[in-house]
Structures are given as C-alpha cells and as structure tokens.
C-alpha cells in the first residue's frame, strides 16, 4: 500500500494542510467517510501547484454547512441537486466538498440521474484519468490512494485520457475541460481521446452542454495562472462563444491582466497572498458590456466570487478615496491603511489607480517605504537592550518606523536618543567574587548567576542519599527481595548448606588428626578454653610449627 500522506503533507501549504485536517475532523464527526479527490490528489502526484481542495464525502454534504462555518470557513455557494458545496476555509484555502455519488445520462443534454454510491463508483463519474484518484483520509486507511484507471501512470506519461467512449458525449463540458488541462499543463491528448474529441467537435455535442457547467467552467479560468492562454485556446477551439456569446479575446484587458499578474508575483514576494481571481474575471471582461458581464456574472455558481467581482471597481474607488483624504495624510498613516486593506484591494488598485497621488502611494508602500525599515538600528537597540523578548519590542519597533517614515528621525544618533528612555533598566550587576567558605553560601544564594558548566558540575557534585545499609536490607527487604530469595535462593542456600556442613566435617576431622598428633601446649591454651578455639587458634596462627605447635 503505498502511502500517500507524507507526500500530501510535503505539498500543501501549511493553511491547506490546516483545511484537509478540519474537513476530515468534521466530516469524522458527522459520521462520513471522507476523501480528497479531483484536481487536488492530480496535482499532489504530479507536483503542479495545488490550487484548491477537492473533498468527497460518503453522505450528503450541506449537513456540514453549519460546522464548518463554526469553525471559520465561508460557504461561497451550494449546489442542491449535486450535493456540494464551495467554500473558502480559513487561510483563504479554496474547497469544494462534494457527496461521492454516481451519475447516469440517459440524454445527451440532459442533466444526469444522480445517486449515493462508493468512492469508487464516485471515481468511474469523472471525466479524465488523471482527476479520478482518491486519497483516504479515514482512520485505518489514511493515506490509501485508490487509483482505479491508472491515472498515475497517464501523469507519468503526461496523457489525458478519458474514462470512456462516451465522456464528451455525455457531458459536452469535459471538451472545455480537455481544452483547459490541455493549455495549462501542456499535455496531449491520448490518441483514442483525441479522436472523440474530434468527433463530438464536428458533431457539435457542445451546444448540449449544460448551463450548470458553463457557469462553473467560466469560474473555472478565474483560477488559472496564466488565463489568457486559455482563453485564447477557448477561443481557437471554438469554446468561448459556448461561455458568453460575445466573449472574445478582444474583449480581453490583456495589458491590465499581464500587470495584475505582475503585481501579484510582487505581493507573493513580499509576504501577501491576494486572491486575484475577482480581478482577473474583470480583466477577461473588461470591454464586454454591463449586460453581458452581469450575464456571466450570474452563472458562476461561488456567489461570493461573483460577488466581490461586481463590487471589485466601487472598493477600489473607495480605497482611493481613502488613500487621498486625511486618513492617508502622512506616509505612516498611509502606510497603515494599505497594511489594514485587503490584499485583494490593493493588488487591484495597483494595477487600476489612475490618480498620481494613489499610485504614487502604492508605489511607495511595496518599494521605498519598505527600504525605510532596514534602517532600523537593530544593534543599537540591542544594546538597549530592546530585543525581541521584551514584550513591548513590535510597539517599540513600529514606533520606530513610523517615525523614521514620517521623516521624524533621520540620523541614528536621534533614533538612539528616543530610543534610551524606552530601554528596559539595566539588570543589577553581578556580586563582586567571594573567595573561601563564603563563595559556596553566595552560590547558594543566587543560583541564576551560575554558568551552566558550573551548575552542572553542582549536579554532578550534589550530595547522595546513602544507600541503605547491608543489615538493613536483610532486615527489611523489599517484596521483590523477598521474592528472589524464595524463589531463586532457595536451592542454592540449600547446597550452600551442605557445602558448609561438609566444610565443617573436614575442618573437625583435620583438628582431630592434627591434634592427635601434636602435643597442646600448655601456655597459652587453657583446660578451660573452649574446644573449638583450641582448633582454631593454631590455624589462625598459620602453625603447626609456631605458636607453640611444634614438637
Ligand atoms: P483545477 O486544478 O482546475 O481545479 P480540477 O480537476 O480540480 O482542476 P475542478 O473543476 O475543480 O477541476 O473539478 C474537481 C474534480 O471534479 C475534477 O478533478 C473531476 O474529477 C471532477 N469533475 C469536474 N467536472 C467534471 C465533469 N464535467 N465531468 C466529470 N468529472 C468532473
């Protein structure tokens, strides 16, 4: 089995991975089996950028609604009949969480009939083999991939293959799809999918394509990376009129979509995220008329994208308003203004600004300005010490800033000066050196001021509890002793036993001999004394011959 999660793990930004585990906690909870699957598992093997998270739940999906707002997602939209949801989880990761169902087309054109079903019969609906892969995320299977058509190995081969004969007949759509996968990655299309794609394109299958799909497919180009090369391809295959009647890539702001692009990069660069999808969609637009940007507008089935779409020019004006009124009088004040913006507002108004003072600002907030902050004096401060690990250092440092923006210190020598009176007093200094029996009392005393060798020579050094003595032990063993000695000792003491009772034989039986044929001595022996020290005693001296043992 081979395991799929370290590589999940390795691939998906820190806020994606945060949005596999809430989805998976949620859906554990509600009792569903749930799985990444689509684009997201395509992407994850191949090593493109993985753009958002397709989920798929066993059970229907608008039951998590309400959790996962809980816990901080926006649900952007919800598609009853499909049973899915799009949502924006927290950390602005996109998802979708679809209910593995199956779908049968009983009419070209006509919307399928859906039913519950299986992962596996979930992956047989889908439309290439590449985006029909499944990765577990239950416990006990966490990390399973299921690859049912080898859609690994047409990544390997950099293929599009369709699942079956009638994929672009069924749903007219995955021609768009095939044209879009096609521009993105640059891959082919295997030889049989080409030649229905060929087919179902002379038949015209596409004008059965549903209104559904055309609406998500639109949605669809606002989060590609370069879309104007889709959308050229759209429109070299005859596509784009499918999406919007009168779109053409002369409708297209390319200057202000190839800017937007840039200034993203650039944000990327500089820490920010910005969605630009609500731009690009208004730059794919921008010479359509009200009515047929409105049309689009209401096809896209993530309401909230449409949203900030419709709203993007009147934040914008709103922003610049701002950026030219008191609010922004002042570099600092600028400066906080366009930190506390959303990133989105501010891509696209750096992209859109006609006024020379707004654009100017802007300019300034990702150039110059951001030079202004390595001049703050990190030394100097740290010899203040005014670090990082005083609780007021960001106050401090902004402070710092925004002066140094507003042009209110120039000169170190005047940061160094505003800086003293913010420094932290100076800690005490250190006890002069003791010497004698008064050094290890001092060292008692303030044991901070210790170096660590010398703490842990202490450690080293520090007094033992003795251990308990030998008697004491036999007095009072513990269970375990007690245990050993009945168990393990009861044979050998046994053997020691005769042993010493052997011993004790020979050792009489050699005093006897011995006795018998030496004569006692009178001194220092005694009638009195006992036997066994009479045969004691000449051993202890090593004599038969001294200790009067000698004939
Ligand atoms: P992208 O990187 O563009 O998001 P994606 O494969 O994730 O690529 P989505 O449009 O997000 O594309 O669709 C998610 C998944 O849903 C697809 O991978 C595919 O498995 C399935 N899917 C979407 N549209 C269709 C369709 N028309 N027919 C069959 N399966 C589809």
Redesign the pocket.
Known sequence: MADYIYTMELRLTPNQQKGVTLVQDIARNAGMNVYL????V??IISGFPI??L?FTVQGNPLKLQKELERAGAVIGGADDDFKTIYVTLPGGVRA?VSSARTERYEKTGKPPVITPATIIEDLR???FTV??MALSLNPGSRGLLMDPFNGAADIEAKLLRILHNYAFVE?P??LI?AS?FAARFHWPMEERTQARYESAKENNYIEYIADR?IG?EIE?LA?EDDPFTVIRVFEKEGWLKILSPHWTTAKVDTNGLSQLMKTRQQMNELGYAPDPSPAVLHFLTARLNDKEASDIRKAIPRRDLAEAWRDLEDNAKDLAKRLNGKEAATPSRTWKLLTSARPEMVLFLAVTARQQAVEQKIKNFFTKWRQIQQKIPLPEMTELLITPSLPEYPKIAEEVFMLLLDGKLRSRTEIVKFLKPLAPPPPPPPPPPRRGRGAKAAAAQAPAQIAQPVLLLQWLRRPRIPSRSRKHKRRHPSSLARYRRSSLQNGRRRRLHQKRRRAGRSIRLFAHHWLASAPVPAPPYSEQWPSWLLVFLPLVCSAPPGCGGSP
């Open positions: 699957t689509g684009g997201a395509r992407d753009r958002d397709d979708e609906r889908r439309d985006n029909a749903d759509s995955r799809r879009r799909t998500y669809q989060y």
